[in-house]
Protein backbone atom coordinates (compact mmCIF):
# COMPACT_ATOMS: atom_id res chain seq x y z
CA UNK A 1 0.00 0.00 0.00
CA UNK A 2 2.80 2.39 0.08
CA UNK A 3 2.50 3.69 -3.21
CA UNK A 4 3.07 7.47 -4.14
CA UNK A 5 -0.50 8.33 -4.62
CA UNK A 6 -2.01 6.65 -2.39
CA UNK A 7 -2.42 9.73 0.26
CA UNK A 8 -5.87 10.68 -0.88
CA UNK A 9 -9.09 8.87 0.27
CA UNK A 10 -10.03 8.12 -3.15
CA UNK A 11 -6.97 6.83 -4.49
CA UNK A 12 -6.52 4.89 -1.73
CA UNK A 13 -10.07 3.27 -2.01
CA UNK A 14 -9.38 2.54 -5.41
CA UNK A 15 -5.91 0.58 -4.36
CA UNK A 16 -7.38 -1.23 -1.88
CA UNK A 17 -10.03 -2.66 -4.59
CA UNK A 18 -7.11 -3.31 -7.36
CA UNK A 19 -4.56 -4.83 -4.62
CA UNK A 20 -7.18 -6.91 -3.11
CA UNK A 21 -10.23 -7.44 -4.47
CA UNK A 22 -12.00 -6.50 -1.59
CA UNK A 23 -15.41 -5.16 -2.16
CA UNK A 24 -18.41 -6.29 -2.76
CA UNK A 25 -19.81 -6.25 -6.89
CA UNK A 26 -23.20 -5.99 -6.32
CA UNK A 27 -25.81 -3.92 -4.64
CA UNK A 28 -28.21 -4.60 -2.29
CA UNK A 29 -30.49 -1.80 -4.07
CA UNK A 30 -29.63 -3.29 -7.63
CA UNK A 31 -29.25 -7.00 -7.56
CA UNK A 32 -30.24 -8.35 -4.25
CA UNK A 33 -30.03 -12.40 -4.55
CA UNK A 34 -26.27 -11.53 -5.93
CA UNK A 35 -25.28 -8.93 -3.13
CA UNK A 36 -26.81 -12.02 -0.71
CA UNK A 37 -24.68 -14.74 -2.07
CA UNK A 38 -21.47 -12.10 -2.00
CA UNK A 39 -22.15 -11.07 1.49
CA UNK A 40 -22.01 -14.44 3.29
CA UNK A 41 -19.37 -15.74 1.34
CA UNK A 42 -16.79 -12.46 1.32
CA UNK A 43 -17.59 -11.67 5.16
CA UNK A 44 -16.59 -15.50 5.61
CA UNK A 45 -19.54 -17.21 7.27
CA UNK A 46 -20.41 -19.20 4.43
CA UNK A 47 -18.54 -21.54 2.12
CA UNK A 48 -20.50 -23.25 -1.25
CA UNK A 49 -20.28 -26.41 -0.60
CA UNK A 50 -19.85 -28.90 -3.67
CA UNK A 51 -23.55 -30.34 -3.06
CA UNK A 52 -26.43 -27.78 -4.13
CA UNK A 53 -28.18 -26.40 -0.87
CA UNK A 54 -25.68 -27.45 1.54
CA UNK A 55 -23.11 -24.72 2.83
CA UNK A 56 -20.24 -24.61 5.39
CA UNK A 57 -21.16 -22.88 8.33
CA UNK A 58 -17.96 -20.69 9.26
CA UNK A 59 -16.91 -19.76 12.64
CA UNK A 60 -18.35 -16.33 11.59
CA UNK A 61 -21.62 -17.67 12.12
CA UNK A 62 -21.59 -20.11 14.23
CA UNK A 63 -20.53 -17.53 17.14
CA UNK A 64 -23.65 -16.21 16.07
CA UNK A 65 -25.74 -19.11 16.73
CA UNK A 66 -24.20 -20.07 20.12
CA UNK A 67 -25.17 -16.62 21.35
CA UNK A 68 -28.82 -17.12 20.38
CA UNK A 69 -28.61 -21.15 21.48
CA UNK A 70 -26.99 -20.05 24.72
CA UNK A 71 -29.77 -17.62 25.46
CA UNK A 72 -32.65 -19.45 24.32
CA UNK A 73 -31.43 -22.73 26.21
CA UNK A 74 -30.92 -21.19 29.62
CA UNK A 75 -34.41 -19.38 29.25
CA UNK A 76 -36.16 -22.61 28.09
CA UNK A 77 -34.08 -24.22 31.60
CA UNK A 78 -35.89 -22.15 33.75
CA UNK A 79 -38.90 -23.08 32.31
CA UNK A 80 -37.74 -26.25 33.40
CA UNK A 81 -37.89 -28.03 29.74
CA UNK A 82 -34.51 -30.69 29.55
CA UNK A 83 -32.44 -31.15 26.29
CA UNK A 84 -32.55 -34.54 24.81
CA UNK A 85 -31.34 -35.95 22.16
CA UNK A 86 -32.84 -38.44 19.85
CA UNK A 87 -31.37 -40.20 16.77
CA UNK A 88 -31.07 -38.74 13.19
CA UNK A 89 -32.52 -41.86 11.51
CA UNK A 90 -36.31 -43.18 11.56
CA UNK A 91 -37.54 -46.02 9.97
CA UNK A 92 -40.38 -45.79 7.04
CA UNK A 93 -42.97 -47.67 9.00
CA UNK A 94 -42.33 -45.41 11.77
CA UNK A 95 -42.14 -42.49 9.42
CA UNK A 96 -45.62 -43.23 8.01
CA UNK A 97 -47.58 -43.79 10.92
CA UNK A 98 -48.53 -40.23 10.94
CA UNK A 99 -49.35 -40.27 7.25
CA UNK A 100 -51.78 -37.22 7.14
CA UNK A 101 -48.99 -34.27 7.29
CA UNK A 102 -46.43 -36.43 6.44
CA UNK A 103 -48.33 -37.07 2.48
CA UNK A 104 -47.28 -32.86 1.90
CA UNK A 105 -44.20 -33.09 3.05
CA UNK A 106 -42.97 -36.50 1.72
CA UNK A 107 -40.67 -35.33 -2.09
CA UNK A 108 -38.39 -33.80 1.21
CA UNK A 109 -37.73 -36.60 2.91
CA UNK A 110 -34.14 -38.37 2.16
CA UNK A 111 -33.52 -41.46 2.19
CA UNK A 112 -30.36 -44.00 3.11
CA UNK A 113 -30.65 -47.02 0.81
CA UNK A 114 -27.19 -48.59 1.31
CA UNK A 115 -24.14 -49.57 3.16
CA UNK A 116 -21.32 -49.96 0.86
CA UNK A 117 -22.30 -51.91 -1.89
CA UNK A 118 -25.16 -53.84 -0.15
CA UNK A 119 -28.93 -52.36 -0.36
CA UNK A 120 -30.02 -52.34 3.13
CA UNK A 121 -33.02 -54.50 3.68
CA UNK A 122 -35.58 -51.75 4.73
CA UNK A 123 -34.61 -48.13 3.63
CA UNK A 124 -34.01 -45.33 6.56
CA UNK A 125 -34.86 -41.90 6.30
CA UNK A 126 -33.44 -38.56 7.73
CA UNK A 127 -35.15 -36.79 10.27
CA UNK A 128 -36.64 -34.10 8.50
CA UNK A 129 -38.37 -32.92 12.17
CA UNK A 130 -39.10 -35.56 15.09
CA UNK A 131 -42.41 -35.93 15.65
CA UNK A 132 -42.34 -39.76 14.59
CA UNK A 133 -39.11 -40.17 16.24
CA UNK A 134 -39.88 -38.99 19.49
CA UNK A 135 -43.68 -39.94 20.20
CA UNK A 136 -43.39 -43.40 19.95
CA UNK A 137 -41.25 -42.84 23.51
CA UNK A 138 -44.08 -40.19 24.90
CA UNK A 139 -46.24 -42.87 25.06
CA UNK A 140 -43.55 -45.55 26.55
CA UNK A 141 -42.59 -42.50 29.35
CA UNK A 142 -46.22 -41.49 30.07
CA UNK A 143 -47.97 -43.49 32.05
CA UNK A 144 -49.66 -41.32 34.96
CA UNK A 145 -50.10 -37.86 35.30
CA UNK A 146 -47.32 -37.67 37.68
CA UNK A 147 -45.82 -37.92 34.34
CA UNK A 148 -46.71 -34.79 33.27
CA UNK A 149 -45.72 -32.24 31.54
CA UNK A 150 -43.02 -33.93 29.66
CA UNK A 151 -40.81 -30.85 28.27
CA UNK A 152 -37.81 -31.84 25.91
CA UNK A 153 -36.12 -30.18 23.82
CA UNK A 154 -33.03 -30.89 21.30
CA UNK A 155 -30.65 -28.77 19.19
CA UNK A 156 -29.62 -30.59 16.03
CA UNK A 157 -29.45 -30.85 12.27
CA UNK A 158 -32.46 -31.89 10.12
CA UNK A 159 -32.65 -32.75 6.49
CA UNK A 160 -35.06 -31.75 3.87
CA UNK A 161 -34.58 -32.17 -0.06
CA UNK A 162 -35.54 -28.85 -1.29
CA UNK A 163 -36.22 -28.85 -5.01
CA UNK A 164 -37.05 -24.84 -5.00
CA UNK A 165 -34.17 -21.86 -5.30
CA UNK A 166 -31.73 -23.30 -2.18
CA UNK A 167 -30.57 -20.11 -0.89
CA UNK A 168 -27.76 -19.86 2.20
CA UNK A 169 -29.79 -19.90 5.92
CA UNK A 170 -32.61 -19.55 4.67
CA UNK A 171 -33.58 -22.48 2.80
CA UNK A 172 -30.92 -25.25 2.83
CA UNK A 173 -31.29 -28.61 2.20
CA UNK A 174 -29.45 -29.28 5.89
CA UNK A 175 -30.08 -26.92 8.88
CA UNK A 176 -29.54 -26.23 12.57
CA UNK A 177 -32.54 -25.65 14.76
CA UNK A 178 -33.91 -26.32 18.60
CA UNK A 179 -37.12 -28.22 18.25
CA UNK A 180 -38.86 -28.53 21.27
CA UNK A 181 -41.31 -31.58 22.11
CA UNK A 182 -43.85 -30.95 25.12
CA UNK A 183 -46.81 -32.62 26.33
CA UNK A 184 -49.75 -31.76 29.13
CA UNK A 185 -52.29 -33.13 30.98
CA UNK A 186 -54.32 -29.59 30.07
CA UNK A 187 -55.16 -27.62 27.09
CA UNK A 188 -54.47 -24.47 29.36
CA UNK A 189 -50.96 -25.05 29.88
CA UNK A 190 -50.16 -26.44 26.11
CA UNK A 191 -51.47 -22.49 24.91
CA UNK A 192 -49.71 -20.98 27.76
CA UNK A 193 -46.43 -22.35 26.69
CA UNK A 194 -47.19 -22.02 22.92
CA UNK A 195 -46.94 -18.37 23.87
CA UNK A 196 -44.28 -18.06 26.18
CA UNK A 197 -42.13 -19.71 23.16
CA UNK A 198 -43.27 -17.29 20.83
CA UNK A 199 -42.31 -14.96 23.33
CA UNK A 200 -38.88 -16.12 23.70
CA UNK A 201 -38.87 -15.88 19.71
CA UNK A 202 -39.62 -12.30 19.57
CA UNK A 203 -36.70 -11.57 22.13
CA UNK A 204 -34.50 -13.73 19.70
CA UNK A 205 -35.57 -11.20 16.37
CA UNK A 206 -36.40 -8.13 17.92
CA UNK A 207 -33.53 -7.79 21.25
CA UNK A 208 -31.03 -10.14 19.53
CA UNK A 209 -31.05 -9.88 15.87
CA UNK A 210 -32.66 -5.98 16.37
CA UNK A 211 -35.50 -7.02 13.64
CA UNK A 212 -38.94 -5.93 14.26
CA UNK A 213 -41.32 -9.40 13.97
CA UNK A 214 -45.20 -9.46 14.21
CA UNK A 215 -46.72 -12.22 16.57
CA UNK A 216 -49.73 -13.98 15.26
CA UNK A 217 -51.42 -17.11 13.85
CA UNK A 218 -51.47 -18.98 10.98
CA UNK A 219 -54.41 -19.60 8.37
CA UNK A 220 -55.65 -23.06 8.61
CA UNK A 221 -54.20 -23.19 5.12
CA UNK A 222 -50.92 -22.12 6.46
CA UNK A 223 -50.96 -23.93 9.59
CA UNK A 224 -48.97 -26.64 10.80
CA UNK A 225 -51.27 -29.58 8.84
CA UNK A 226 -50.70 -31.70 11.73
CA UNK A 227 -51.51 -29.19 14.26
CA UNK A 228 -53.85 -27.92 15.90
CA UNK A 229 -53.13 -24.29 15.77
CA UNK A 230 -49.82 -22.52 15.01
CA UNK A 231 -48.63 -19.02 15.79
CA UNK A 232 -45.44 -17.43 14.55
CA UNK A 233 -42.96 -14.86 14.39
CA UNK A 234 -42.98 -13.13 11.30
CA UNK A 235 -40.45 -10.57 9.60
CA UNK A 236 -40.57 -8.97 6.29
CA UNK A 237 -37.50 -7.95 3.79
CA UNK A 238 -38.20 -4.62 2.27
CA UNK A 239 -35.93 -5.52 -0.87
CA UNK A 240 -37.83 -8.34 -2.28
CA UNK A 241 -41.10 -7.32 -0.85
CA UNK A 242 -41.12 -11.11 1.14
CA UNK A 243 -42.28 -12.11 4.62
CA UNK A 244 -40.42 -14.60 6.13
CA UNK A 245 -42.09 -16.56 8.97
CA UNK A 246 -38.84 -16.18 11.77
CA UNK A 247 -40.04 -19.37 13.98
CA UNK A 248 -43.04 -21.20 14.80
CA UNK A 249 -44.63 -22.30 17.73
CA UNK A 250 -47.45 -24.97 17.54
CA UNK A 251 -50.41 -26.40 19.58
CA UNK A 252 -50.46 -29.91 18.56
CA UNK A 253 -53.69 -30.50 20.20
CA UNK A 254 -54.02 -33.91 20.65
CA UNK A 255 -53.72 -35.17 17.15
CA UNK A 256 -50.70 -36.75 17.82
CA UNK A 257 -51.48 -38.27 20.82
CA UNK A 258 -54.27 -40.28 19.09
CA UNK A 259 -51.89 -41.33 16.42
CA UNK A 260 -49.09 -42.56 18.84
CA UNK A 261 -51.47 -43.47 21.80
CA UNK A 262 -50.22 -41.17 24.13
CA UNK A 263 -52.13 -41.85 27.18
CA UNK A 264 -52.26 -41.20 30.85
CA UNK A 265 -54.32 -42.09 34.07
CA UNK A 266 -55.72 -38.67 34.95
CA UNK A 267 -56.09 -37.66 38.58
CA UNK A 268 -59.84 -38.78 38.54
CA UNK A 269 -58.30 -42.56 37.61
CA UNK A 270 -59.75 -42.07 34.08
CA UNK A 271 -57.58 -42.75 31.02
CA UNK A 272 -56.75 -39.18 29.04
CA UNK A 273 -54.99 -37.69 26.02
CA UNK A 274 -52.24 -36.07 26.15
CA UNK A 275 -51.98 -32.25 24.95
CA UNK A 276 -48.97 -31.40 22.61
CA UNK A 277 -46.79 -28.74 21.49
CA UNK A 278 -44.29 -28.40 19.25
CA UNK A 279 -42.00 -25.08 18.62
CA UNK A 280 -38.64 -24.12 16.58
CA UNK A 281 -36.33 -21.62 15.30
CA UNK A 282 -33.48 -22.30 12.99
CA UNK A 283 -30.47 -20.66 11.11
CA UNK A 284 -32.59 -19.23 8.78
CA UNK A 285 -32.67 -16.23 12.04
CA UNK A 286 -29.38 -15.43 10.19
CA UNK A 287 -30.10 -14.89 7.24
CA UNK A 288 -33.12 -12.65 8.07
CA UNK A 289 -30.37 -10.90 9.98
CA UNK A 290 -28.11 -10.66 6.81
CA UNK A 291 -30.95 -9.00 4.55
CA UNK A 292 -32.65 -6.57 7.19
CA UNK A 293 -29.25 -5.15 8.30
CA UNK A 294 -26.43 -5.83 5.37
CA UNK A 295 -25.44 -3.07 3.38
CA UNK A 296 -23.05 -2.08 0.29
CA UNK A 297 -19.99 -2.17 2.32
CA UNK A 298 -21.12 -5.87 3.43
CA UNK A 299 -22.47 -7.74 6.83
CA UNK A 300 -23.90 -5.45 9.42
CA UNK A 301 -24.20 -7.12 13.09
CA UNK A 302 -26.22 -6.12 15.69
CA UNK A 303 -23.62 -6.25 18.85
CA UNK A 304 -25.74 -8.31 21.07
CA UNK A 305 -24.54 -11.07 18.78
CA UNK A 306 -21.08 -10.37 16.79
CA UNK A 307 -18.25 -12.49 17.06
CA UNK A 308 -16.37 -9.87 17.57
CA UNK A 309 -18.25 -6.57 19.02
CA UNK A 310 -15.16 -3.59 18.74
CA UNK A 311 -12.21 -4.62 16.01
CA UNK A 312 -9.21 -2.25 17.32
CA UNK A 313 -6.77 -1.55 14.26
CA UNK A 314 -3.48 0.39 14.37
CA UNK A 315 -2.29 3.12 12.45
CA UNK A 316 1.33 3.70 12.68
CA UNK A 317 2.37 6.48 9.68
CA UNK A 318 6.07 6.15 8.60
CA UNK A 319 7.70 7.85 11.69
CA UNK A 320 5.42 6.88 15.00
CA UNK A 321 6.45 4.64 17.19
CA UNK A 322 4.89 1.55 15.64
CA UNK A 323 5.89 -0.34 18.99
CA UNK A 324 4.33 2.25 21.39
CA UNK A 325 0.73 1.91 18.63
CA UNK A 326 0.56 -1.86 18.87
CA UNK A 327 0.99 -1.73 22.51
CA UNK A 328 -1.17 0.56 22.84
CA UNK A 329 -4.34 -1.59 20.45
CA UNK A 330 -3.48 -4.67 22.81
CA UNK A 331 -4.20 -3.08 26.09
CA UNK A 332 -7.14 -1.72 24.42
CA UNK A 333 -8.32 -5.06 23.76
CA UNK A 334 -7.60 -6.31 27.29
CA UNK A 335 -9.14 -3.41 28.61
CA UNK A 336 -12.42 -3.93 26.91
CA UNK A 337 -12.28 -7.91 27.32
CA UNK A 338 -12.37 -7.50 30.63
CA UNK A 339 -14.90 -5.42 30.85
CA UNK A 340 -16.85 -8.08 29.06
CA UNK A 341 -16.59 -6.82 25.52
CA UNK A 342 -15.81 -9.26 22.78
CA UNK A 343 -13.11 -7.03 21.26
CA UNK A 344 -9.92 -8.41 18.67
CA UNK A 345 -7.02 -6.71 17.59
CA UNK A 346 -5.77 -6.54 13.85
CA UNK A 347 -1.94 -6.44 14.38
CA UNK A 348 -1.22 -7.99 11.41
CA UNK A 349 2.10 -6.60 9.52
CA UNK A 350 1.20 -7.50 5.89
CA UNK A 351 -2.20 -5.35 5.73
CA UNK A 352 -2.41 -1.74 5.79
CA UNK A 353 -4.70 0.14 7.85
CA UNK A 354 -7.25 1.03 4.87
CA UNK A 355 -7.31 -2.74 3.84
CA UNK A 356 -8.32 -3.76 7.33
CA UNK A 357 -11.08 -1.58 7.18
CA UNK A 358 -12.82 -2.98 4.61
CA UNK A 359 -12.01 -5.76 5.58
CA UNK A 360 -13.82 -5.50 9.02
CA UNK A 361 -16.79 -3.73 7.59
CA UNK A 362 -17.51 -6.59 5.27
CA UNK A 363 -17.41 -8.86 8.13
CA UNK A 364 -19.87 -6.39 9.86
CA UNK A 365 -18.16 -5.15 13.33
CA UNK A 366 -20.40 -2.96 14.93
CA UNK A 367 -17.12 -0.73 16.34
CA UNK A 368 -13.79 -0.20 14.75
CA UNK A 369 -11.13 1.64 17.26
CA UNK A 370 -8.49 3.50 15.21
CA UNK A 371 -4.87 3.85 17.22
CA UNK A 372 -2.70 6.26 15.58
CA UNK A 373 0.35 8.47 16.84
CA UNK A 374 -1.91 11.21 17.38
CA UNK A 375 -4.21 9.14 19.19
CA UNK A 376 -1.16 8.05 21.42
CA UNK A 377 -0.23 11.74 22.17
CA UNK A 378 -3.70 12.84 23.05
CA UNK A 379 -4.09 9.88 25.41
CA UNK A 380 -7.91 8.82 22.68
CA UNK A 381 -8.97 6.47 20.53
CA UNK A 382 -10.64 7.50 17.43
CA UNK A 383 -13.95 5.15 16.93
CA UNK A 384 -15.53 4.76 13.62
CA UNK A 385 -19.30 3.08 13.96
CA UNK A 386 -20.08 0.28 10.97
CA UNK A 387 -23.94 1.30 11.42
CA UNK A 388 -23.94 5.05 10.26
CA UNK A 389 -19.97 5.73 9.89
CA UNK A 390 -20.04 8.39 12.49
CA UNK A 391 -16.34 9.04 14.21
CA UNK A 392 -15.56 10.02 17.23
CA UNK A 393 -12.44 10.17 19.80
CA UNK A 394 -13.11 9.14 22.80
CA UNK A 395 -10.58 9.66 25.88
CA UNK A 396 -8.59 6.45 27.38
CA UNK A 397 -9.93 7.21 30.90
CA UNK A 398 -13.62 6.79 29.49
CA UNK A 399 -12.96 3.49 27.37
CA UNK A 400 -15.39 1.20 28.51
CA UNK A 401 -17.78 3.44 29.16
CA UNK A 402 -18.26 4.69 26.25
CA UNK A 403 -17.82 1.79 23.88
CA UNK A 404 -20.52 0.41 26.29
CA UNK A 405 -22.85 3.15 25.08
CA UNK A 406 -21.61 3.13 21.52
CA UNK A 407 -22.75 -0.42 21.38
CA UNK A 408 -25.99 0.12 22.99
CA UNK A 409 -26.74 3.04 20.53
CA UNK A 410 -26.06 0.78 17.81
CA UNK A 411 -27.77 -2.23 19.07
CA UNK A 412 -30.76 0.55 19.14
CA UNK A 413 -30.36 1.95 15.70
CA UNK A 414 -30.73 -1.08 14.02
CA UNK A 415 -33.52 -1.79 15.51
CA UNK A 416 -35.05 1.40 14.81
CA UNK A 417 -33.88 1.81 11.58
CA UNK A 418 -35.26 -1.87 10.86
CA UNK A 419 -38.27 -0.97 11.80
CA UNK A 420 -38.45 2.16 9.98
CA UNK A 421 -38.30 0.61 7.04
CA UNK A 422 -40.34 -2.52 7.71
CA UNK A 423 -43.41 -0.08 8.95
CA UNK A 424 -43.16 1.98 5.42
CA UNK A 425 -43.69 -1.31 3.62
CA UNK A 426 -47.11 -1.78 5.65
CA UNK A 427 -49.89 -1.44 3.60
CA UNK A 428 -53.60 -0.91 4.90
CA UNK A 429 -55.78 -2.00 1.91
CA UNK A 430 -59.86 -2.44 1.96
CA UNK A 431 -60.35 -3.68 -1.82
CA UNK A 432 -58.68 -5.72 -4.03
CA UNK A 433 -57.74 -3.81 -6.49
CA UNK A 434 -55.70 -2.05 -3.58
CA UNK A 435 -54.34 -5.27 -2.85
CA UNK A 436 -52.93 -6.16 -6.12
CA UNK A 437 -51.81 -2.59 -6.23
CA UNK A 438 -49.82 -2.79 -3.20
CA UNK A 439 -48.85 -6.33 -4.18
CA UNK A 440 -47.14 -4.85 -7.05
CA UNK A 441 -45.70 -2.04 -4.95
CA UNK A 442 -43.97 -4.97 -2.48
CA UNK A 443 -45.71 -4.23 0.20
CA UNK A 444 -46.74 -6.27 3.43
CA UNK A 445 -50.17 -6.34 3.28
CA UNK A 446 -53.24 -5.77 5.92
CA UNK A 447 -55.83 -6.27 4.95
CA UNK A 448 -59.56 -7.04 5.80
CA UNK A 449 -60.51 -11.15 5.75
CA UNK A 450 -63.63 -12.96 6.10
CA UNK A 451 -61.42 -16.36 7.43
CA UNK A 452 -62.30 -18.83 4.74
CA UNK A 453 -59.76 -21.09 3.55
CA UNK A 454 -61.54 -21.43 0.17
CA UNK A 455 -61.20 -17.50 -0.37
CA UNK A 456 -57.43 -18.16 0.63
CA UNK A 457 -57.08 -20.51 -1.71
CA UNK A 458 -58.40 -17.73 -4.54
CA UNK A 459 -56.32 -15.55 -3.37
CA UNK A 460 -53.15 -17.86 -4.20
CA UNK A 461 -55.11 -18.76 -7.25
CA UNK A 462 -55.77 -15.07 -8.83
CA UNK A 463 -52.40 -13.96 -7.75
CA UNK A 464 -50.12 -16.84 -9.55
CA UNK A 465 -47.31 -15.88 -11.35
CA UNK A 466 -43.54 -15.45 -11.44
CA UNK A 467 -42.58 -14.42 -8.28
CA UNK A 468 -44.76 -16.78 -6.58
CA UNK A 469 -48.50 -16.69 -5.46
CA UNK A 470 -49.65 -14.45 -2.16
CA UNK A 471 -50.35 -15.80 1.07
CA UNK A 472 -51.62 -15.08 4.50
CA UNK A 473 -48.79 -14.36 6.71
CA UNK A 474 -50.48 -14.45 9.99
CA UNK A 475 -53.55 -12.59 11.85
CA UNK A 476 -51.45 -10.44 14.43
CA UNK A 477 -52.48 -10.94 17.87
CA UNK A 478 -52.57 -6.88 17.96
CA UNK A 479 -55.70 -6.13 16.13
CA UNK A 480 -56.69 -2.71 14.66
CA UNK A 481 -59.87 -2.35 15.54
CA UNK A 482 -62.44 -3.67 12.67
CA UNK A 483 -65.09 -1.65 12.36
CA UNK A 484 -68.72 -2.73 12.03
CA UNK A 485 -69.73 -3.53 8.21
CA UNK A 486 -66.08 -3.94 7.05
CA UNK A 487 -65.92 -6.38 4.16
CA UNK A 488 -63.12 -9.17 3.46
CA UNK A 489 -60.86 -7.70 0.39
CA UNK A 490 -61.42 -10.45 -1.28
CA UNK A 491 -64.65 -11.91 -0.96
CA UNK A 492 -66.43 -9.23 -0.11
CA UNK A 493 -68.27 -10.90 2.54
CA UNK A 494 -68.13 -10.15 5.98
CA UNK A 495 -64.60 -9.29 7.50
CA UNK A 496 -64.17 -11.67 10.63
CA UNK A 497 -59.97 -10.35 11.55
CA UNK A 498 -57.45 -7.95 9.89
CA UNK A 499 -54.67 -10.67 8.36
CA UNK A 500 -51.01 -9.70 7.09
CA UNK A 501 -50.66 -10.58 3.12
CA UNK A 502 -47.66 -11.06 0.86
CA UNK A 503 -45.02 -12.72 -1.41
CA UNK A 504 -43.05 -14.66 1.16
CA UNK A 505 -40.00 -17.06 1.51
C1 LIG B 1 -40.57 -31.96 5.66
C2 LIG B 1 -40.53 -33.33 5.51
C3 LIG B 1 -41.24 -34.13 6.40
C4 LIG B 1 -42.04 -29.52 7.81
C5 LIG B 1 -41.29 -31.39 6.69
O1 LIG B 1 -42.62 -26.67 12.89
C6 LIG B 1 -41.98 -33.58 7.42
C7 LIG B 1 -42.02 -32.21 7.58
O2 LIG B 1 -43.42 -32.23 9.44
C8 LIG B 1 -42.77 -31.58 8.62
N1 LIG B 1 -41.32 -30.04 6.83
N2 LIG B 1 -42.74 -30.24 8.70
C9 LIG B 1 -43.46 -29.56 9.78
C10 LIG B 1 -42.65 -29.43 11.04
C11 LIG B 1 -43.54 -29.18 12.19
C12 LIG B 1 -42.88 -28.91 13.55
N3 LIG B 1 -41.90 -29.90 13.93
C13 LIG B 1 -41.24 -29.67 15.18
C14 LIG B 1 -42.34 -27.54 13.68
C15 LIG B 1 -41.59 -27.24 14.90
C16 LIG B 1 -40.66 -28.32 15.32
Partial sequence: MATANANTKGARKKEVKKETGLGLTYKKNENFGEWYSEVV????????????????LRPWTMTIWEVLQTFFDAEIKKMNI?????????????????????????????WVTKSGQSEL????????????????YFSKWIRGH????????????????????????IRSREFLWQEGHTAFATQAEADQEVLEILELYRKIYEEFLAIPVVKGRKSELEKFAGGYYTTSVEAFIPNTGRGIQGATSHCLGQNFAKMFQINFENDKGEKAMVWQNSWAYSTRTIGVMVMVHGDDKGLVLPPKVAS???????????????????????????????????????????YSPGWKYSHWEMKGVPLRIEIGPKDLANNQVRVVRRDNGAKSDIPMGNLVEKVKEILSSIQECLFNAAKQKRDA????????DEFIAALNDKKMILAPW???????????????????????????????RLPEG??????????KKWTYWGRSY
Fill in 450 to 480: CDEEEVEKDVKARTKGELGAAKSLCTPFDQP
Fill in 425 to 432: CIKIVNTW
Fill in 146 to 169: RDLPLKLNQWCNVVRWEFSHPTPF
Fill in 121 to 136: EVPIAIRPTSETVMYP
Fill in 82 to 110: KNAYFPLFVTESVLQREKDHIEGFAPEVA
Fill in 41 to 56: VNSEMIEYYDISGCYI
Fill in 308 to 350: VQVIVIPVPFKDANTDAIFSACSSTVQALREAGFRAEADLRDN
Fill in 486 to 495: TLCFASGKPA
